[in-house]
Every structure is written in structure tokens, then in C-alpha cells.
């Protein structure tokens, strides 16, 4: 995927954190405060794996990206390098930012205050490093899960015809009806992820009656139909996660 689509992308996923950090109680920072920072770092966190770009098509030019690039450079990477674009490194480093504040707040190296703001900066920029990652896989060159296995993964096969589009977006959307509808105790995650399902399967029903046959590769009309995809998810969930404190106390 592209720099403006990985923004794009990015949106929804903060959303979906920030709502669940609120939901669960994990951050006391204000919501809507929460919400701003996160969307600030999440948007950064989505264009970083990319700075494995050659320097030249490197967009974000800043001085800490240019040391990064020439590292990932000096070591062997390119373009989806093993750096950036490997699943376990991105969870090893989303790992280490939780526990390296635990550390330095226990040794009373940051206040109470500093080790809230520092989990909500880094809580969005992981998020939109991991929503790089997801949106990645949802083209046929895929990424790796280990930094030291050169295969790469991915959701979708390299091209797929419009019968078996209709087949797996039928699938989604029962899913999604299923998770939401069969579900005994309907809480929070289950009713996203029933949503997210019935979201998902709609709009590949769509492609498959607007794009025909499919070819998953970056720049084509995959991208652009994942681009309005992600635009209409992010006006969906934006509206809900500003209503979002309302809704739960409802909920309760």
C-alpha cells in the first residue's frame, strides 16, 4: 500500500484502540485527549515502517527517519525490509515500550503522569506500525512473521476471480451476523468484531460486483477500492468513538 492509504488506514485502528483502552480502563488520561494524541502518533507510527525506502522516496524527511534509514540500509535492508516490515520485531518493540515505563516508573524516573502520556503515544504509533503491517498483507507481496525467515505472508493470493470474492464475502458477512446475533453474552469486543466482519464482507461484495476479477497488488484499483473502504470505516467509527463515553454508560 501507499503513504495516503496507510494513513488512511491507520484511523480506524486507533479508533478501535482508543475505545478499548477507555472500555477496559487501562489509560486515566481524558478520553478525548487520549483520542488526539493517539490519533497525532498513530498516523506517524503508520508511515514509519516505510522508511526503508530508498532516502529519495522516503516521505516523512526528518532527521531521526534519515539515521533509521541509513541503518536499515548499512544492514542489508530495502523496501519491506525484515527491519520494519517483520511482525515479531514490531511486537517485540510494542512489548518494550510497555515494560521499559513500568521500569522507569517503578524507579521513580518518570511520574505517574509521564507514564500515562508515554503508554498513549506509544499506544497510537504501534497501532499504526501494526495497522501498516495488516494493510500490507492485504496485497499479495505480504510480510514476514519472523525477521529471520525471508517468507512473507499474506490475506489475499496474488489474483482471485469474482465468483470466489462473492464466496468469501458471503462467508464475512455471516460471520459477522453470527458473531453478533448467536453470540450468548454480547459485550463490546464481540459486537466490533461482529460489526468489523458484516463491514468487511459488504464491501468485498462490492468490490467483487464493481472490480470483477482481482488482482491484490499496490497502485491498482485494489488500493483505491481499500483506500474508500478505509474512508467510510473511518467516518463510521470516528462518529462512534466521539459518542463512544455516552454510549458505554448507556451500556452499563
Not at 477496559?24 to 502518533?41: D, R
Not at 534519515?66 to 518493540?93: E, P, V, Y
Not at 499474506?154 to 464475502?169: A, E, G
Request: aromatic content about 14%.
Amino acid at each position: 500500500m501507499t503513504y495516503q492509504t496507510h494513513k488512511r488506514f491507520a484511523i480506524f485502528w486507533v479508533y478501535l484502540g482508543a475505545m478499548i483502552i477507555y472500555k477496559y480502563n487501562i489509560s486515566n488520561i481524558n478520553y478525548y485527549l487520549m483520542l488526539i494524541v493517539m490519533l497525532a502518533t498513530g498516523k506517524a507510527g503508520a508511515l514509519f515502517p516505510d522508511v526503508d525506502h530508498d532516502w529519495k522516496n522516503v516521505k516523512e524527511k526528518t532527521t531521526i527517519n534519515l539515521i533509521i534509514n541509513k541503518i536499515i540500509h548499512a544492514t542489508g535492508g530495502k523496501h519491506r525490509s525484515w527491519q520494519t516490515h517483520s511482525w515479531d520485531i514490531c511486537i517485540i518493540f510494542t512489548l518494550a515500550c510497555y515494560i521499559s515505563s513500568i521500569y522507569l516508573f517503578r524507579l521513580d524516573k518518570i511520574s505517574a503522569i509521564d507514564f500515562e502520556l508515554f503508554n498513549v503515544i506509544t499506544a497510537g504509533f504501534n497501532l499504526g506500525w501494526i495497522s501498516h503491517l495488516f494493510a500490507d498483507m492485504l496485497t499479495s507481496s505480504g510480510v514476514r512473521v519472523l525477521c529471520i525467515y525471508n517468507k512473507k505472508i499474506s490475506f489475499v493470493p496474488r489474483c482471485l476471480s469474482r465468483i470466489k470474492v462473492l464466496i468469501v464475502s458471503v462467508m464475512f458477512i455471516g460471520g459477522g451476523i453470527a458473531t453478533v446475533i448467536l453470540k450468548q453474552k454480547i459485550d463490546f469486543l464481540s459486537v466490533q468484531f461482529g460489526i468489523i466482519l458484516l463491514v468487511v464482507g459488504v464491501e468485498l461484495l462490492g468490490a467483487a460486483l464493481k472490480l470483477g476479477n482481482i488482482t491484490f497488488n499496490t497502485g491498482n484499483e485494489w488500493e483505491a477500492y481499500v483506500y474508500s473502504i478505509s474512508k467510510r470505516l473511518n467516518i463510521l467509527f470516528g462518529l462512534v468513538a466521539i459518542a463512544y463515553p455516552m454510549i458505554d454508560k448507556i451500556s452499563i
